[in-house]
């Protein structure tokens, strides 16, 4: 018998995942969750459905410093809020890429980011922005960057019992820009072969997420400046920063076409990104 | 070698939840198991055969349905998230006869074998109702997690523009 | 304002089509599709949609390998799962093992101690619940040994290969002991004179992916036990009648004992034509005395039908101003595991392998070869794209290496109407004026007009034959208050057949349009046709509906005459009218005058059987061609392989659309799914045999955004075809050789030729870097 929690109330809802253990999934969109256990992939019997829970953070909350985004937030959401589109127009272009309009309506950016798919398309973006999450359980909360957050395919730092109720996205430094981009086997809806978004710093400085390249999304960086009017130093950039991908052959790639357009799709992102720097607010 | 798998434990009676939705504008009080879709309480409890399966993994829309107005693969929802949320199946958009995008998906030749049109014409109205101006590549987009074999996809397109310019002429 | 429709109209009419060439009639306007509101307000009932009280649902039970010896199979634990019913095996049917088929009866009810392919059933479990039997089928235990399956053409080719068939079920059969199921030959002409002449010789090797039907319905079988022993069986296909046969062979029965009831398929494609667990079902059903209920999944659908892949090897000649001399072919068509209608397939695929061209030395091999995999059945286009694939990409090479373009090389070589395009003892003729397509569709896609960099065009053109022997019996009721129905067996499975139906009856009985009903899906009530495929339906059963109105309005004459007294020759029925005397009758009103105060109907019958002959390799003349030229503008991007395609034109040799509304989506469509096989479809086989993109998440078909920039669909109307008003059949023409078009146009837009389809973003890309690589 699989049991259906609704709680109300965070502290509900954290002792409903501790109790159910390893079994317990927290349930949001369930855009993932579904397919897995309808595949009979995912073994959970013990879903916490969080949509009425009324004590989370906020779905989002935009500050001056930057925007948090509570675990309810969903993708079709984000990718119409002005602020985000304004502030990181990667994690605008890959969430347009999840799935279709009825899917982003239910998925949820942090639960797509703790199904933590090496494939997710908001990772990449969100590694770029320096994303952090916090991870609340009964014994407390603790922060990690999604860098250091994502462990493998589809393992995480939350383990049995947790819950990451928070997702913040520090504001960007003016004179820094964002952009993705993405292959896929046809132009509708896909999962990606490759993704990637990058970022340029104030200082001309590089910063890439990738996905689908490796067992789990990954971030590189290399600081500024990069000229970007330079092939040669572009591409002394790009082997920097792509060094890390270690992407495997499977229904939707091989590894070599996925490395050589990683570093394709790149530069695109990269000089995408460039283009987008408001000229007036870069450092040099 | 064998092949096993696991035997759920679901499938006592006595494991059923009784979900209460409105659908369609009606209240109604289903008895489901946890694991049920919406999908399939709309089709086979509530009665609505409607909304259409096929992938029942969120890839081909022919199970679209509005939750609380949204539009939402109703296979990946599952029957217990509905309690006291509003449905409207495709059986829902009209009180009586078809709606003008209805009409339109006829007038324009989209139509086929028909089975990927409720979960079409559901898709098409949410559009209509968040973006009652969609230009051609808007309406693709927005159509994208809708799949027909039939391969009527223009057809649909022009559906959705003449009822776009239907309703601004209103 | 203007409706869609005629907005359709006008957009074809912009390309120069013929207007309506019946002003008066409702044949050759774009009237709505019949049962059309249904299908969009949600209130049509597909198979799934029909509600059994009480039914018992059905789960199969599959062993997750390609190829294996079942060595026995324990159902305790799955029999101690609440709300079982029974879990059938091969040894709760009859011995020997029942089996059908339509070209050799070798398929089995259930798995015979060998399981042949991934998703081959070995047993079966009903229960009260979906919930149980599903759980209760996961519960099964089959112990397997797995077995060195072959799942490629070369595995199955190999000295010493696992047999797929058992060769005693080939008694005495030259091929029984190895993989090839049939051959087929072909030849014309002396192909060593003509190479003596020939200036270019193209040799090269094509492959086509094993594709799959993918109907957004995936289908099911429902299976009622009749008081009388008999049974009612729903099950969504296209072919009725046929299936009505199989059951009734393998169980015994009479005819009459079974009555199959066809729910509108949620699209066929060929995939829905032969039987295929409905035989399991009738067996479930009669054995538990209580309705069973299959309704597939998706990836069920995936592991029972889908369309031979092949291998082509080709070598072709041409002289040095591009007519082709000679053309030699070598097509090996990776069948299944079973021979559903996959013989006949490679048959009459390879009957036309050598295109629409005057080719004066022709030899043409080809084969099915069985393997361990889903069996291969009828899939829009039945065997036609494989060779068109081939033969159109031989064009363009030739073409290339003479440089002429595209265009130009087949204009050269396409026959002109009446001439002989298979030579030899079946020859058979252009019927229709094919170069019209030709030049229309490059006019359309702007042939010869300069491109931006980056981008390519590409132009071919496709044939495939018509039915070659069929039989459609047609009933028509001409009700006393002038309303009609029509009984017509034709499944209605997106190609909108009724609206046509609808449309001759109203014309040829003057009946209004909206008071023609139309039965079809029920063996029951509704007179024979052999079958819904091969885009006969229009031709055949058209023309039954045609001579069933002429018969309705000859007994309303006679009848005329006797209760008015006016003799006979004096009157004169014509489309819609009886001539009186006295002028023009509306016909509903001579046949009230006729029928008198007893009222009562007119009730006429038609029939159009076209008898094969017993020496042609396809079993008879085609009745007709289906011919389409497309022409494709392509978008390359040269680092990542991506396409995009700018511009696709289609023009089908339609003779005469009796809806051209219809005849658009039709045509739209198959183009669409032309794309599909061209650029992204593929079934992935690992190394037993088990599909990797088993479903929608993987196994990908084209959506809104992968529909051209802009797809233009435009016909060519000479009132030539042998179907009603001079129509032809319509619904592949689209599809039959997207592929070469799509070729051409990437090998204009990146100077690389790819010989192996899909041309997924991957190959492109690979091409290009191994080009680039080259220089
Ligand atoms: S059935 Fe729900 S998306 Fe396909
Ligand atoms: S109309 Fe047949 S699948 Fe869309």
Request: with cysteine; glycine share 10%; hydrophobic share 40%.
């Amino acid at each position: 018998m699989t049991e259906y929690h609704r709680p109300t109330s965070r502290a509900d809802a954290l002792t409903a995942l501790a109790e159910g253990g390893a079994r317990a999934r927290p349930l949001v969109g369930g855009t993932d969750l579904l397919v897995g256990l309808r595949h009979h992939h995912d073994v959970a019997d013990v879903l916490v459905d969080l949509k009425g829970v009324t004590d989370l953070p906020e779905p989002i909350v935009v500050t001056d410093d930057g925007v948090r985004i509570g675990p309810t937030y969903t993708m079709g959401e984000l990718v119409s809020h002005p602020v985000i589109g304004e502030w990181y127009p990667a994690l605008v272009e890959a969430a347009l890429t999840v799935g279709s309009v009825a899917i982003r309506n239910r998925a949820s950016l942090v639960g797509n980011s703790c199904n933590a798919s090496p494939a997710a398309d908001t990772a990449p973006p969100l590694l770029v922005h320096g994303a952090r999450v916090t991870i609340s359980s009964q014994d407390g909360d603790r922060t990690a960057s999604l860098d250091e957050f994502f462990l493998g395919p589809r393992r995480t730092l939350c383990g049995p019992g947790e819950l990451v109720t928070r997702l913040d996205l520090p504001r960007p430094a003016p004179g820094s820009a964002s952009a993705f981009r993405r292959l896929t086997r046809r132009r509708g809806v896909d999962l990606a072969t490759v993704s990637v978004a990058a970022g340029v710093g104030p200082d001309g400085g590089l910063v890439v997420g990738m996905g689908a390249v490796g067992p789990r999304p990954l971030r590189t960086a290399v600081p500024g400046p990069v000229d970007l009017t330079d092939d040669a130093s572009l591409d002394r950039a790009l082997d920097e920063l792509l060094g890390v991908a270690t992407p495997i052959t499977d229904v939707r790639g091989s590894r070599e076409y996925r490395l050589a357009t990683l570093r394709v799709l790149t530069k695109r992102a990269v000089l995408a990104a460039a283009d987008r720097r408001d000229p007036r607010e870069m450092a040099s | 070698m064998t092949s096993t798998a696991r035997v759920p434990d679901h499938l006592d009676d006595d494991g059923l939840q009784t979900v209460t939705l409105t659908v369609n504008g009606s209240e109604r009080t289903v008895a489901v198991p946890t694991h049920r879709t919406l999908l399939d309480g709309l089709r086979d409890e509530v009665g609505l055969p409607g909304t259409k399966s096929c992938c029942a993994e969120g890839e081909c829309g022919a199970c679209t349905v509005l939750l609380d107005g949204k539009s939402v693969n109703s296979c990946l929802v599952l029957c217990v998230e509905a309690e006291g949320h509003q449905v409207t199946t495709v059986e829902g958009l009209s009180d009586d006869g078809l709606t003008d995008l209805q009409e339109e998906f006829l007038n324009a030749g989209a139509v086929q074998c028909g089975f990927c049109i409720p979960g079409q014409v559901v898709s098409a109205e949410y559009l209509l109702r968040t973006n009652p101006e969609p230009d051609e590549v808007q309406i693709r987009e927005a159509l994208s997690g809708n799949l027909c074999r039939c391969a009527g996809y223009q057809r649909i397109v022009r559906a959705v523009q003449a009822t776009a310019a239907r309703r601004s002429e209103r | 304002m203007t409706t869609a429709p005629e907005r359709a109209i006008e957009q074809r009419d912009a390309l120069g089509e013929p207007s309506d060439p019946y002003p008066q009639g409702q044949v050759g306007r774009p009237v709505l599709r019949y049962g059309g509101g249904d299908r969009t307000s949600g209130a049509q009932r597909f198979v799934a949609d029909l509600r059994f009280p009480g039914s018992l649902q059905v789960a199969l039970v599959t062993v997750p390998v390609g190829c294996a010896d079942v060595l026995g199979i324990d159902t305790t634990a799955a029999r101690a799962v609440p709300g079982v019913v029974d879990v059938v095996t091969a040894a709760d049917l009859p011995s020997p093992m029942p089996r059908f088929g339509v070209s050799h009866t070798d398929r089995p009810v259930l798995a015979d101690g060998r399981v042949n392919y991934h998703g081959e059933p070995v047993a079966a479990v009903v229960a009260k619940t979906l919930d149980a039997a599903q759980a209760a089928a996961r519960a099964v235990r089959v112990d397997h040994r797995e077995l060195p399956g072959v799942y490629t053409l070369d595995d199955a080719l190999a000295p010493g290969a696992h047999r797929v068939q058992e060769p005693s079920l080939r008694p005495g059969h030259a091929l029984a002991d190895t993989n090839v199921l049939e051959e087929a030959h072909y030849a014309w002409g002396d192909l060593e004179a003509e190479e003596a002449r020939t200036e270019v010789v193209v040799e090269e090797t094509y492959t086509f992916p094993m594709v799959t039907h993918f109907p957004i319905e995936p289908g099911g079988t429902v299976a009622v036990p009749t008081d009388s022993g008999g049974l009612d069986v729903y099950s969504p296909v296209q072919h009725p009648y046929l299936l009505q046969r199989t059951l009734a062979s393998v169980l015994g029965l009479p005819l009459n004992q079974v009555r199959v009831f066809a729910p509108d398929p949620g699209g066929g494609f060929g995939g829905k034509q032969n039987p295929k667990l409905e035989p399991l079902l009738a067996f479930l059903a009669l054995r538990t005395r209580r309705t069973c209920r299959l309704v597939l999944s998706l990836e069920e659908t995936f592991q029972s039908m889908r369309r031979a892949g092949c291998r082509i090897a080709a070598r072709t000649g041409f002289t040095a101003d591009g007519a082709l001399t000679f053309h030699h072919v070598d097509a090996d068509f990776l069948i299944g595991a079973y021979a559903d209608v996959a013989p006949r397939v490679m048959g009459k695929g390879s009957y036309v392998a050598a295109g629409p061209y005057r080719i004066p030395g022709v030899r043409i091999d080809a084969r099915a070869v069985m393997t361990n995999t889903t069996p291969s059945t009828a899939f829009r286009g039945f065997g036609s794209p494989q060779v068109s694939w081939a033969l159109e990409s031989q064009l363009d090479a030739g073409a290339r290496r003479l440089g002429l373009d595209g265009l130009e090389i087949r204009r050269r070589n396409l026959v002109a109407k009446g001439e002989a395009f298979v030579r030899g003892e079946s020859a058979a003729a252009a019927d229709g004026e094919w170069h019209q397509s030709l030049e229309k569709a490059a006019e359309l896609i702007g042939w010869g007009t300069p491109l931006p960099p980056g981008r390519g065009r590409g132009i071919a053109v496709g044939i495939k034959p018509g039915a070659t022997s069929g039989l459609s019996q047609s009933l028509v009721r001409l009700l006393a208050d002038g309303s009609a129905i029509v009984y017509a067996g034709t499944s209605d499975m997106g190609q909108g057949a009724r609206t046509l139906w609808q449309q001759i009856v109203a014309d040829e009985l003057g009946a209004p349009l909206d008071q023609v009903s139309v039965v079809s899906g029920d063996t029951g009530t509704v007179p024979f046709d052999l079958q819904t495929s091969a885009s006969r339906s229009t031709v055949f059963m058209g023309s039954a509906v045609l001579e069933a109105c002429r018969d309705v309005r000859q007994r309303v004459l006679a009848l005329y005459a006797e209760s008015t007294g006016v003799p006979p020759e004096e009157l004169e029925e014509r489309p819609g009218v009886l001539v009186t005397p006295e002028g023009e009758l509306p016909l509903p009103e001579a046949a009230r005058t006729a029928l008198g105060s007893l009222r009562g109907e007119f009730i006429g019958q038609g029939t159009r059987r076209l008898r094969g002959k017993g020496k042609h390799p396809l079993g008879g003349d085609a009745a007709f061609y289906e011919f389409n030229a497309t022409a494709i503008e392509v978008e390359v991007d040269r680092e990542t392989g991506e396409l995009l395609l700018t511009r696709h034109v289609t023009v089908s040799d339609v003779g005469t659309e009796l809806n051209p509304l219809q005849v658009v989506s039709q045509d739209e469509g198959a183009a669409i799914m032309g794309l599909g096989h061209s650029q992204m479809e593929q079934l992935l086989l690992d190394e037993h045999g088990r599909i990797r993109n088993l479903g929608a998440l993987d196994y990908r078909i084209p959506t809104f955004k992968d529909v051209p920039v802009e797809l233009v669909s435009a016909a060519v109307e000479n009132h030539d075809g042998p179907g009603p008003y001079g129509s032809k059949g319509i619904s592949e023409g689209a599809l039959l050789c997207t592929a070469g078009a799509l070729g051409a146009a990437v090998a204009d837009a990146a100077g690389v030729v790819i010989r192996d389809l899909p041309l997924t973003p991957e190959r492109v890309w690979a091409a290009i870097q191994a080009a680039e690589a080259a220089q």
